[in-house]
């Protein structure tokens, strides 16, 4: 691997972290308990356009991890996993049906982490009474993801193809 690839992957995971912090500073103001704007999925979002799947998997995996063990815990970790392995790979089978734009790629994104979540949630609390918790998660997830793909499509306009050629 080149060296000015994996220092684009270094850039893009500490920006990852950066932005979790940023999201952990925001106050709880909403109306959804656990509701998060998804800020770190814009790098996600980002990685899966410019590096490519296997690199934005891997982008997305130590982002999940240094950030639960620099802001979480061990449970939000699984949780974290949980949403962001599910989301990932729904974000790829939409962006290869070719059926999606950007910010719909993000949109499944965003729904399908707030899932996976709840399906682990289901499994750790023994459970499925949260399953009615879900609708509202589905919504704050695609109005979350509107937004999220809606900055993703400016950064990847304005990004040149290679951070390090400039």
Do not use: D
């Not at 000015?4 to 990852?16: H, K, P, S, V, W």
């Not at 449970?75 to 049906?97: D, E, N, Q």
């Not at 996976?116 to 459970?127: D, K, N, S, Y």
């Amino acid at each position: 691997m080149k060296t000015n690839r994996i220092a684009e992957y270094g850039l893009l995971t500490a920006l990852a972290l950066v932005l979790a912090y940023v999201e952990s500073q925001i106050p709880a103001f909403w109306a959804v308990p656990g509701m998060k704007l998804g800020l770190t999925n814009l790098v996600v979002l980002t990685a899966l356009y410019r590096q490519g799947e296997r690199g934005a998997f891997a982008i997305n995996l130590v982002r999940i991890v240094l950030t639960a063990f620099t802001f979480g815990s061990m449970s939000a970790m699984l949780y974290s996993l949980a949403g962001g392995i599910l989301s990932f790979v729904i974000m790829v089978l939409c962006r290869r049906s070719g059926r999606f734009s950007i910010a719909g790629v993000s949109i499944a994104g965003g729904v399908a982490h707030n899932a996976g979540q709840i399906l682990v949630a289901m499994f750790v609390l023994e459970t499925a009474r949260l399953i009615y918790y879900l609708p509202i998660l589905m919504i704050s997830g695609t109005a979350a993801g509107f937004v999220v793909g809606l900055i993703g499509i400016g950064v990847l306009k304005r990004l040149p193809r290679s951070l390090s050629s400039e």
